[in-house]
């Protein structure tokens, strides 16, 4: 089985403050990590994703992320947020199956950016 | 490039009406396509995935019958809501992924199409 947990439903953070919005999944094979972004009544948009290779991923925005084998996390960073990062973040995993491949997400996490 | 449309963005129906939401994908094709759905503040659930040309894998706990989807081309699927009622209300996310043959290092990546707002009154 394989799950994803996102510990913080919420993090409020004032404008230009660093934030970390927390990623932990669970799998016992090979795992493809993605981070996506949701502005208001919008589709997802790609941050950035893990598939191998160096564990430190940049993104879209600003945005990374460090793929942590032994912690099973990918917390995703940015380190100066702007009133424009206010949205919800979702973080993902997807699942192989022979060729059937399947993305599990995280409750999310809605950032809050006030100044 | 892996650009996904979906029409309507959003639709306002009366309850015991049918409704179709089309998803496509406008400059790969794909064999497969997901749909979602999502609740008001909480994640994306999987409904089902269709397959061009074959029957789509619906997940558990989603009423065949009720949502009808179709996936008649490489660029088309829809989802069909039928005898929507108000606790269909929702949003609907498609999203989209290239053949495996496709080439790419990695082809089970998803593309997602903006979403549709389903209101049944």
């Known amino acids: 089985a394989q799950s994803v947990t996102q510990l913080d439903s919420q993090v409020p953070v004032f404008e230009e403050a660093p934030v970390e919005l927390r990623c932990n999944y669970s799998?016992?094979?090979?795992?493809?990590l993605f981070w996506y972004v949701q502005y208001p009544n919008q589709g997802l948009q790609l941050l950035l994703k893990?598939?191998?290779?160096?564990?430190l991923v940049k993104g879209i925005n600003g945005f990374e992320a460090e793929f942590n084998k032994s912690q099973t996390s990918f917390h995703l960073r940015k380190p100066s947020v702007h009133i424009s990062d206010t949205a919800e973040y979702f973080c993902?995993?997807?699942?192989?199956?022979?060729?059937?491949?399947?993305?599990?997400f995280g409750t999310g996490t809605r950032l809050q950016v006030t100044l | 490039g892996a650009v996904v449309s979906q029409h309507p963005s959003w639709v306002i129906c009366k309850s015991g009406t049918s409704v179709k939401i089309e998803c496509r994908s406008l400059?790969?094709?794909?064999?497969?396509m997901f749909w979602y759905r999502q609740f008001p503040k909480q994640s994306l659930m999987l409904m089902a995935t269709?397959?061009?040309?074959?029957?789509?894998?619906?997940e558990q706990g989603v009423e065949k019958d009720k949502f009808l989807i179709n996936h008649a081309s490489l660029t088309l699927s829809t989802l069909t809501v039928t005898s929507a009622h108000p606790e269909d209300s929702s949003f609907y996310i498609c999203?989209?992924?290239?053949?495996?043959?496709?080439?790419?290092?990695?082809?089970?990546?998803?593309?997602f199409g903006p979403g549709t707002r389903l209101t049944v009154t």
């Open positions: 999203s989209a992924r290239e053949p495996l043959t496709s080439g790419r290092v990695f082809p089970y990546e998803q593309y």
């Open positions: 269709s397959n061009e040309g074959s029957k789509a894998t619906y």
């Open positions: 400059d790969f094709q794909a064999t497969t």
């Open positions: 893990y598939l191998s290779g160096s564990t």
């Open positions: 799998s016992s094979v090979s795992v493809y």
């Open positions: 993902a995993v997807i699942r192989l199956t022979g060729t059937a491949s399947k993305l599990t």
